[in-house]
């Protein structure tokens, strides 16, 4: 079975200052990776998907995951924070094929930007 | 604005109580998907459905059950309420089986 692992619940960046969420995510075979936010009372967004393609993906509101299968890891950075990208960022993982929109999430980072 | 309509917004009831949630998918997709989200257990897939029939079962209680209707929109019955059923719950629709899922805004549960 596959499982995903977020890194830290709470990541507190200063605005201006590089973002990184760490995700590893555990199966014997390559998964589809997923980083989607969750604005307060709002639904999942989906941000980027790795779907074995380049492993450096670029998304939405700069943000961008690197897809290291040495390290079983999709970390999502942005370089600069803004205050606007304060929320929970969750990252998630499918088996792709007919299973690609039954998804595997991490426990969610919440991320605060203070100015 | 992701297409995926769900009601209610928020349910309120009690224990031993019996909901229905709805979710109507984009325009176009066959496949609806169920998640709860709680504190305890985090975001977990309920069940899918593709065109009508049940297609893949994640960890969902035996309360609860679900369908997908003839025009597509798919309901979550909640039976037998308890404390911890309290949760969000999305609904996701996907045009085939094989492409991303879009999510719904969630229905808040809270069981008193």
């Known amino acids: 079975a596959q499982s995903v692992t977020q890194l830290g619940s709470h990541v507190s960046v200063s605005e201006g200052a590089l973002v990184l969420l760490r995700c590893n995510y555990s199966?014997?075979?390559?998964?589809?990776l997923f980083w989607y936010v969750q604005y307060p009372n709002q639904g999942l967004q989906l941000l980027l998907k790795?779907?074995?393609?380049?492993?450096l993906v670029k998304g939405i509101n700069g943000f961008e995951a690197e897809f290291k299968k040495s390290e079983t890891s999709f970390h999502l950075t942005k370089p600069s924070a803004h205050m606007s990208d304060a929320a929970e960022y969750f990252c998630a993982a499918s088996k792709g094929g007919t299973s690609y929109g039954k998804l595997t999430f991490g426990q969610g980072t919440i991320l605060t930007v203070h100015p | 604005d992701s297409g995926v309509t769900q009601t209610p917004k928020h349910l309120i009831t009690a224990t031993g109580q019996r909901v229905t949630l709805r979710c109507s998918p984009r325009s176009g997709d066959l496949s609806v998907y169920w998640y709860q989200q709680s504190l305890d257990q985090g975001l977990q897939f309920l069940i899918q459905y593709y065109n009508g029939e049940e297609r893949a079962k994640g960890n969902i209680l035996e309360r609860f059950s679900a369908q997908q209707f003839p025009d597509l929109h798919s309901e979550l019955n909640l039976s037998s309420l308890e404390l911890g059923d309290s949760a969000l719950y999305f609904c996701?629709?996907?045009?085939?089986?094989?492409?991303?899922?879009?999510f719904g805004q969630g229905t808040r549960l809270t069981v008193v």
């Open positions: 199966s014997s075979v390559p998964p589809y």
């Open positions: 996701a629709s996907s045009v085939t089986v094989n492409a991303e899922a879009f």
């Open positions: 790795y779907t074995s393609a380049a492993t």
